[in-house]
């Protein structure tokens, strides 16, 4: 069974930082592109960024590069988000999310296709003074 | 950026009802658009991909269609569990858009 688990969320001052972490099991984690989405409390969701299986592709919604930073670990089946000089418009659930990928009798044949088969359950930010 | 627009954007509904939810794409999006569901103080989940194929372990009452810029979700016959929201999302071009959701009420 797919099972992704978020942590690291929290209380946290304008300004600050934070680094969001995602356990994967139940897959090949290292096969498959991953992504971080957002929800602001009451609000719809928002895409926030993405990498490939290998970390070579990495994109950010534009109004939030250089404040966030997207990585992994293949070898710890760990996705991770660093959030910097963290502001109120930042308070949301954090989901981490699987690509699902075009697969061929079991091979992967496309590996992003930028929609999400798998969710985890999401982990709290909240930027307040 | 591609924008999706939602409607409604609430309905009222009762259990065996047919529900329709539209979604329209700000520009052509061929088939790159998926559904999903998501219950209060849980994850959204994937219903439908490429407009209309069904995601695994997904019921059959629930069905998509449309290209280009417009598209619908319909349930045909509506159970206690459907009661939710319902979200749309281009896959077409980065970045990756929803729409804003719509809820489906008693």
């Known amino acids: 069974e797919v099972q992704l688990v978020e942590s690291g969320g929290g209380l946290v001052k304008p300004g600050g930082s934070l680094r969001l972490s995602c356990a994967a099991s139940g897959f090949s984690f290292s096969h498959y592109t991953m992504h971080w989405v957002r929800q602001a409390p009451g609000k719809g969701l928002e895409w926030v960024s993405s990498i490939s299986s290998s970390g070579a592709y990495i994109d950010y919604l534009d109004s939030l590069k250089g404040r966030f930073t997207i990585s992994r670990d293949n070898a710890e089946n760990s996705l991770f988000l660093q959030i910097n000089s963290l502001r109120a418009d930042d308070t949301a659930v954090y989901y981490c999310?699987?690509?699902?990928?075009?697969?061929?009798?079991?091979?992967?044949?496309?590996?992003?296709?930028?929609?999400?088969?798998?969710w985890g359950q999401g982990t709290l930010v909240t930027v307040s003074s | 950026d591609i924008q999706m627009t939602q409607s409604p954007s609430s309905l009222y509904a009762s259990v065996g009802d047919r529900v329709t939810i539209t979604c329209r794409a700000s520009?052509?999006?061929?088939?790159?658009l998926n559904w999903y569901q998501q219950k209060p103080g849980k994850a959204p989940k994937l219903l439908i991909f490429?407009?209309?194929s069904l995601h695994s372990g997904v019921p059959s009452r629930f069905s998509g269609s449309g290209s280009g810029t417009d598209f619908t979700l319909t349930i045909s016959r509506l159970q206690p569990e459907d009661f939710a929201s319902y979200y749309c999302?281009?896959?077409?071009?980065?970045?990756?858009?929803f729409g804003q959701g719509t809820k489906v009420e008693i």
């Open positions: 999310a699987r690509d699902q990928p075009t697969e061929n009798f079991g091979v992967i044949v496309q590996e992003n296709n930028n929609y999400f088969d798998s």
């Open positions: 520009q052509p999006i061929t088939t790159y």
């Open positions: 490429a407009a209309s």
């Open positions: 999302q281009q896959s077409y071009s980065l970045p990756p858009t």
